[in-house]
């Protein structure tokens, strides 16, 4: 039998593509109270194996944007969950989740319009 060498199948998003796909996968991880984790995990490995590969582009940013999202809701719930037991950790969980959907809604707006969401409109 005979060895071939067949090329092989490479999956090459481009770069828009990608990042729409990481903010997709933490939008429903995150969205989903939870139920999904793994995909906003998916995002931040993504994240954290092409950041390199996007230096100097606009793709960085949002890459940085999504970073520093996930970071601060992650030690701002954690924070938020410990003062539910006096009953103002509630308000800290819905500040948290609506400062999120703003940052996925202006993070996605932003990368429509090919501008970095650091920028003022």
Request: proline fraction near 3%.
């Amino acid at each position: 039998m005979s060895d071939s060498n067949f090329p092989s199948p490479k999956f090459n998003f481009d770069d828009l593509t990608l990042t729409y796909i990481v903010y997709i996968l933490f939008s429903i991880g995150f969205l989903s109270s939870g139920v999904f984790w793994p995909m906003s995990l998916a995002s931040i490995i993504i994240i954290y194996q092409k950041k390199n590969d996007f230096g100097g582009t606009i793709y960085s940013a949002h890459f940085d944007w999504i970073l520093n999202t996930f970071w601060l809701s992650l030690l701002l719930l954690t924070i938020s969950i410990v003062l539910t037991f006096i009953y103002i950790g509630y308000i800290g969980i819905l500040l948290t989740f609506s400062w999120v959907i703003y940052r996925l809604i202006r993070g996605m707006l932003c990368l429509r319009e090919n501008k970095s969401p650091y920028v003022d409109a």
